[in-house]
Nanobody, 118 residues
Framework: QVQLQESGPGLVKPSQTLSLTCTVS??????????WSWIRQSPGKGLEWMGC???????YYTPSLKSRTSISRDTSKNQFSLQLSSVTPEDTAVYYC??????????WGKGTLVTVSS
């Protein structure tokens, strides 16, 4: 069974870059699902899909965050990562990594709270 685990700093200062890594176990980021996504949840905006990286390395981002977001992967480590630059307190949220595939459902990671504060 594919499992995802988010990791990274829980506190980021304003104007800095938020960086998180999702480690996938029980499967391969190259073959298990079509794409791998980052989603965040905050009281003000609710659930927000941020972007994803597909099995072939293609990336897609929601327009509102595209200019600040970068998703990458390390296939040798079976990981994919999120970088969100120029963060503000409004970026405080629980960040989730999740598989996505039109053909099958998958469980999200448990999520990790990232607080943007000085």
């Amino acid at each position: 069974q594919v499992q995802l685990q988010e990791s990274g700093p829980g506190l980021v200062k304003p104007s800095q870059t938020l960086s998180l890594t999702c480690t996938v176990s029980g499967g391969s980021i190259l073959t298990s699902y079509y794409a791998w996504s980052w989603i965040r949840q905050s009281p003000g905006k609710g659930l927000e899909w941020m972007g994803c990286i597909s099995y072939d390395g293609s990336t897609y981002y929601t327009p509102s965050l595209k200019s600040r977001t970068s998703i990458s992967r390390d296939t040798s480590k079976n990981q994919f990562s999120l970088q969100l630059s120029s963060v503000t307190p409004e970026d405080t949220a629980v960040y989730y990594c999740a598989p996505q595939d039109s053909g099958k459902a998958g469980s999200w990671g448990k999520g990790t709270l990232v607080t943007v504060s000085s």
